[in-house]
């Protein structure tokens, strides 16, 4: 068959026609990043038990992929393992999984339980109830990944659990029905969106974390102020805001992330812009 071994790693593997059930040989242990990507033919995997690790991408946009069996010695599936395998319906994970990355079964539809969500252990992925305003997140979900509501063009109302602790940046990418009347998408303080069209913006007080990309690439933005209220920059929150020229204050920001205010009109200085961790002035 096509395997591309290396060391224990299993680099690439090389789609044969007319194969599309795949049996990794024995001895591999790490199925590299990328391994199986955009492999359209294949529509069954089975790892051995050898296989401790599963890299980043490793089966990413494998359209056609429905059954994947882990062996019983996996410890660690990538960001974004099974990215858009969307006919993927079953995949069993062993109890040896000690850690899943972000975004490992985003876009696997064929996933979704009888209600439309896709929930691996205590982490929702993906939610299809695309026809609803008003959706219910289990009770027990712990992590909501990102763009886990971007098929649901018609939320316009959301109940989370208490059980949910962490919501990745662009959990809610796309779903311009949860914005308030200035376009923002709050939750918990976090400010997780902006749909608004102004110049001008405030952030309301209450917000005391802007998460990754929310004002990303906007170039409509000339100005925006900051609450005192804001700990928190994450990631290219502002980058590539060609027109913004003031941002103020940040008397209160203790944490920006490297990148935040790339490509902008105004200048930050550069002891902000770092992921450093300021003292309160």
């Known amino acids: 068959m096509g395997f591309e071994i290396e060391n ?7 789609e044969e026609e007319g194969v599309t059930n795949i049996t990794v040989p024995d001895g591999v242990t790490h199925i590299g990043s990328g391994a199986f990507s955009w492999c359209e033919h294949i529509t069954s995997v089975t790892l051995p038990d050898s296989v401790t690790a599963i890299g980043e991408g490793a089966f990413v946009f494998c359209e ?3 059954n994947v ?3 019983g010695r996996v410890t660690e599936i990538g960001e974004s393992a099974f990215y858009q395998c969307e006919a993927l319906a079953s995949v069993t994970l062993p109890d040896s999984i000690q850690r899943i990355g972000d975004s490992a079964f985003t876009g696997c539809r064929s996933l979704a339980d009888s209600q439309g969500f896709v ?7 993906a939610c299809y109830q695309e026809e609803h305003h ?5 009770d027990g979900v712990k992590v909501i990944e ?24 662009g959990a809610f990418d796309r779903c311009k029905g949860l914005a308030d009347k200035n376009g923002f998408v709050i939750v918990r303080g976090v400010l997780h969106a902006y749909y608004g069209q102004a110049a001008h913006v405030r952030i309301p007080d209450h917000v005391t974390c802007i998460s990754d990309r929310v004002f990303a690439n906007n170039t409509k933005l000339k100005t925006v102020a900051i609450p005192d209220s804001v700990t928190q920059i994450g990631t290219a929150a502002f980058s590539h805001c060609v027109k913004l020229a003031s941002v103020t204050p940040l008397t209160n920001v ?5 990148m935040a205010f790339e490509k902008m009109a105004v200048a930050i200085p550069s002891a902000l812009d770092g992921g450093l961790r300021l003292p309160k002035a």
């Open 8 to 14: 224990g790693t299993l680099k690439k593997y090389h």
């Open 64 to 66: 056609n992929l429905t």
């Open 69 to 71: 069996t882990l062996g």
């Open 119 to 125: 929930i691996i252990r205590d982490t929702l992925y």
């Open 134 to 138: 008003h959706i219910v997140i289990p």
């Open 146 to 169: 990102e763009k886990a509501f971007c098929e649901c063009d018609n939320l316009t109302y959301l109940t989370i659990p208490d059980s949910v602790e962490t919501i990745k940046p």
């Open 254 to 258: 203790t944490h920006i992330v490297s």
